[in-house]
């Protein structure tokens, strides 16, 4: 829950603190786009955690939670997809992309539904979702196809930053990432 605030929160910040140093084409499609981004990202943690909060007794309500999760994860990963070629690659269309990953994430939301995994409240008292291991991998890399994107899209941002300000954003950004990458891994 923490996450999903501070993130949106993010998220705004970081559209006006673009549009004040000149970042990445600051207050155009790229500003808005990478804000939509951070947005999405709060909503789809705020599904998890928030479902995880209130629903943690009933396996059927997780279950669900889970699915809508992956689904929003689908969109949320192919808005990263898209930036990431649109911002790296201009002369490439991010299209193919795009839908691969979208369909790529819908497929992994399906798998979810036909396996219907039965989650519960484990020892630790965390959630275990109890997935099979080859669809804990399939979410795996739609996690990474999330996170992946930010991470390169703000390194690159960070060594060819004019201002130092700039860099610094693009720095810490890059970082987290970084660690959300170390942390799903």
Same mark, same amino acid.
Request: aromatic residues 14%.
């Given at each position: ?15 006006? #603190?673009?549009?004040? =140093? ?22 789809? !943690? ?8 209130? &629903?943690a ?26 930036? %990431? ?27 979810? =539904? %036909?396996? !219907?995994?039965?989650? &519960? ?10 997935m099979?291991?080859?669809?804990? %991998? ?16 703000f390194?690159?941002? &960070?060594?060819?930053? #004019? ?15 970084? %660690? ?6």
């Amino acid at each position: 829950t923490f996450s999903s605030i501070g993130l949106a929160v993010c998220g705004f910040w970081f559209f006006k #603190a673009f549009q004040k =140093i000149g970042g990445q084409r600051a207050g155009r499609t790229i500003g808005i786009l990478l804000s939509t981004l951070f947005l999405n990202i709060s909503l789809q !943690h705020g599904i998890l955690a928030l479902g995880g909060l209130f &629903f943690a007794s009933n396996p059927e309500a997780l279950y669900a939670v889970l699915a809508i999760d992956i689904f929003v994860l689908a969109g949320v990963a192919a808005l990263g997809v898209y930036l %990431a070629f649109y911002i790296l690659l201009p002369k490439c269309s991010p299209w193919p992309a795009t839908v691969a990953t979208f369909l790529f994430g819908v497929t992994v939301s399906g798998l979810i =539904i %036909a396996v !219907h995994p039965q989650p &519960f409240i484990d020892i630790k008292n965390s959630i275990d979702w109890n997935m099979p291991q080859w669809l804990k %991998a399939l979410t795996y890399y739609l996690l990474i196809l999330n996170i992946g994107p930010i991470f390169v899209i703000f390194t690159k941002n &960070f060594l060819h930053a #004019a201002t130092r300000n700039v860099k610094f954003i693009s720095f810490i950004i890059s970082l987290l990432a970084l %660690a959300g990458i170390v942390n799903i891994s």
